[in-house]
């Protein structure tokens, strides 16, 4: 916080009219997102010699990270 | 600490509301707001990524907050996105504490709580929320996006408070027979309550016709913040 800028908010006389400048100028317009271009659970790096997933024993039909698909807002 | 919504405006409301009103001029005078700034150095946004995806702390690292956009899960019909806001409650345990809608101008609409499948992690106790906002200072100020995501959440607090009383409420509808833990796994339970955010009238209502002794006692503490 600009403490500087704090003072002179305290200071001034606060108005209706300057709160609604304020939030006014944050009106700014957001970038358009994008359909997420490739998900970082869906790349696999697969070495020189390695055995690809489909050739594995292991349950590939298993997400490798569970717990995120299973929350999907988790952090 | 007793909920406040709908009390006279108290000294801690006036003060973090100009504290807000500073940080918010300085993103004015930018031409910028919270969300621009935190996705300022981004190449492309994109749906379903965390922004940033290891989370932004604030509140002297007791809060961790990200941004995500769905693409098809929207909590309000002018959503551009939201914010999820956690809460470290000890051993390494993030709660979640709220989800923060804002729309394709920047603007906060509403807080909403969401059922706990949704974020994983412990449940947050309502009276545990206003504890947590004792880890939110005025002392961030190389974090603007955490300050004002800290400044909404003290501002709010009342309205904070309410909504996680509703959220439960709401899921004590679902689990009358006592089997709460199966109604918190509940995969049709999504939303569970929301309280909208009326930025501007907050603001005014808290920083307008402040009597003497308010605004004396919101200097005093703003002296203290100073000199910490």
Redesign the interface.
């Known amino acids: 916080?600009?403490?500087k800028?704090?003072r002179?908010?305290?200071g001034a006389a606060?108005?209706?009219a300057a709160?609604?400048?304020?939030?006014?100028?944050?009106?700014?317009?957001?970038?358009?997102?994008?359909?997420?271009?490739a998900?970082q659970q869906a790349v696999i790096i697969i070495d020189e010699g390695e055995e690809l997933p489909a050739e594995s024993d292991a349950d590939c039909g298993k997400p490798t990270a569970a717990?995120r698909q299973?929350?999907?807002?988790?952090? | 600490m007793p909920a406040q919504t709908g009390k006279a405006v108290e000294p801690v409301e006036t003060y973090w509301s100009?504290?807000l009103?500073?940080?918010?001029?300085?993103?004015?005078?930018e031409?910028?707001?919270a969300?621009?700034m935190l996705?300022a150095d981004i190449g492309?946004?994109?749906?379903?990524?965390r922004y940033p995806d290891a989370?932004l702390l604030f509140g002297g690292g007791h809060w961790?907050a990200?941004y995500?956009?769905?693409?098809a899960?929207s909590m309000h019909a002018s959503e551009?996105?939201h914010f999820?806001l956690?809460t470290d409650i000890g051993d390494r345990a993030?709660a979640?504490v709220a989800?923060l809608s804002?729309d394709?101008?920047?603007?906060p609409l509403q807080w909403f709580a969401?059922n706990r499948?949704?974020?994983?992690?412990p449940w947050l106790p309502c009276q545990s929320f206003l504890e947590q906002l004792r880890f939110i200072t005025?002392?961030?100020?190389a974090n603007p996006v955490g300050?004002w995501l800290g400044g909404l959440l003290q501002i709010c607090r009342g309205d904070l408070f309410d909504l996680l009383s509703a959220r439960d409420q709401r899921l004590e509808q679902f689990s009358k027979k006592g089997a709460l833990a199966e109604a918190l796994e509940n995969r049709e339970i999504y939303l569970l309550a929301t309280s909208a955010i009326e930025?501007?009238s907050t603001?005014?209502k808290h920083?307008?016709c402040?009597p003497a002794d308010v605004?004396a006692s919101?200097?005093i503490n703003?002296n203290e913040h100073?000199s910490d």
């Open positions: 916080m600009n403490r800028q704090t002179i908010v305290i606060i108005s209706a709160i609604a400048v304020v939030v006014d100028h944050t009106r700014q317009r957001l970038p358009e997102p994008e359909k997420q271009l998900s717990g299973a929350s999907p807002c988790s952090l | 100009l504290q009103l500073s940080l918010m001029q300085e993103m004015a005078a031409s910028s707001n969300v621009l996705l492309q946004l994109e749906t379903e990524r989370g961790r990200y995500h956009c769905h693409e899960v551009h996105g999820h956690f993030w979640h989800g804002i394709a101008e920047g603007q969401v499948w949704v974020t994983d992690g005025a002392n961030e100020a300050s930025l501007q603001l005014e920083l307008l402040i605004l919101a200097r703003n100073k």
